[in-house]
């Protein structure tokens, strides 16, 4: 199991965004890549993980790999699917998910009611430049990556973050895009730390 | 310097594409992603890098990183540079590039014409999930991939980029998508192979 918890603090937290214009709705563009670099990969679907997009600190939508139809590879589709999930957000009542398409849900969480909902048995860290080398860590069975959109974590979820989990590791010298560092982050666990290929 | 090759075998070749189905366009949504994953790190341009974007095995679309300007991360803005360039095709006339936007340039060239442009000092290498495992390989100090779209290489480009590399190297074991693979690639190169962080 891998889960991803992307943070947009700018992003949408209404469907009253413009397809034509996803870098001015909260830089949707840059979510909506996290979202199919966490979950797609040549010709499929990483069946084996969850993906968080915390919108705002007040709505999260989660996109089930094991259970999810309908992602496809560009931008526009997957913001298409955000979009229709924010469209039933009045269906989202107290920590109550609504399956809005096939394995994709919303639910009223934040930063931290999402954190606590993870699963216990996995290894939470926070992707960051200033962490500690990933080459020099062991991979973990179960891992969840939390990253912040083009922003850096804002101190408040900052501490949030800190709350759940001690560990930063750092994926390289150069601070990447979200999508990116994902895609990396799934390589070093597809070849158990840069060793199996 | 780093380069990288993406071979668009059904990419356009005319701008007569619309930005509202990036995908129906030959997968210019994937090239587009290409393109960004090349060049972009976040908030700045890898001013090292030359990507050459192959069209259809008949226009070539070159980003320079060292004079590039107007490179944003989404695939709609990166589409519409494409098309930019693509409006001006009639001026691109034999070898000689028609420079269509800052750092953008347009060529009437192939791949097996663009593969020979290629500065000679590159070690160019083919990446595909049948190679040699990259982790096992010394990274160049001038590297140049070359990468198909959402399909294989078809037969006759497969022997182009044979005629000019006979290294091919795997990322790991699950086939990526190409804009992944260029960021894996990318950090390979940024962590002088996974060692320095």
Redesign the interface.
């Known amino acids: 199991m891998r889960e991803f918890i992307i943070v947009g603090r700018n992003a949408p937290t209404a469907p009253e965004f413009a397809?034509?214009d996803?870098?001015g709705a909260g830089r949707l563009?840059?979510l909506a890549?996290c979202v199919?670099?966490s979950l797609?990969?040549?010709?499929g679907i990483r069946d084996d993980v969850r993906t968080h997009l915390v919108l705002g600190d007040a709505f999260t939508v989660r996109f089930d790999g094991d259970s999810l139809q309908g992602l496809?590879?560009?931008?526009?589709?997957t913001a298409a699917l955000i979009r229709t999930a924010l469209e039933r957000r009045d269906e989202a009542i107290g920590h109550v998910p609504v399956e809005t398409s096939p394995g994709v849900s919303l639910v009223r969480m934040g930063l931290e009611t999402t954190l606590d909902s993870l699963t216990g048995e996995s290894t939470v860290s926070r992707l960051h430049e200033d962490g500690t080398?990933?080459?020099?860590v062991r991979p973990p069975e179960k891992a969840a990556f939390v990253l912040s959109d083009?922003t850096d974590l804002c101190p408040e979820d900052a501490a949030v973050v800190k709350g759940h989990t001690g560990l930063t590791v750092?994926?390289?010298?150069?601070?990447?895009?979200a999508?990116?560092a994902i895609?990396?982050a799934?390589?070093w666990l597809?070849?158990s730390g840069?060793?199996?290929?």
């Open positions: 397809l034509d996803l870098p563009d840059l890549r199919t670099a797609l990969v040549s010709h496809n590879p560009d931008e526009r589709s080398p990933i080459a020099e083009h750092s994926l390289g010298p150069r601070p990447l895009h999508d990116h895609a990396v799934h390589n597809d070849t840069f060793d199996a290929y």
